[in-house]
């Protein structure tokens, strides 16, 4: 795993301003329904800061049970990766809603998760790091958090 795909929770002070601009414009979008520009407009950032920064910072509250995450991973074309991959969702006690697989190019798959984050359920951050740790799996981002 690279330096850069790890998860922090950090306070709100320690954050440079054009993420906690990228939150609040996420909040804005999510709650009024407006248009990415007019919502950047609003806090005074670019459209194109917004779109660098807009998957990397969530508040703290969407880790809360009741959430569905969705992530897609590419990974090895070897035998038992994803056996690996689904006992480490079970592992945490997450409910797993959707699987899908693509046909192995090159020797590397595409497979795209949503996951149900329930009461019972550990850390969910903790699970997508484990996840992003596991033997043959090269990649991992979160698409959507709901």
Known sequence: MTEDSKYYVVKQKALPEVLLKVAQVNKIIETKRVSVA???ESVGISRSSYYKY???IFPFRDNVKGKTITFVLSMDDEPG???VVLKKI???KA???TIHQTIPVNGV???TLSVDI???TGDSAKMIEEIEQLSGVRYLKILSRE
């Open 38 to 40: 007019e919502a950047t």
């Open 54 to 56: 807009k998957d990397d």
């Open 118 to 120: 329930l009461p019972s």
């Open 81 to 83: 990766i994803l056996s």
């Open 109 to 111: 798959a595409s497979l």
């Open 90 to 92: 079970a592992e945490f």
């Open 95 to 97: 409910n797993l809603l």
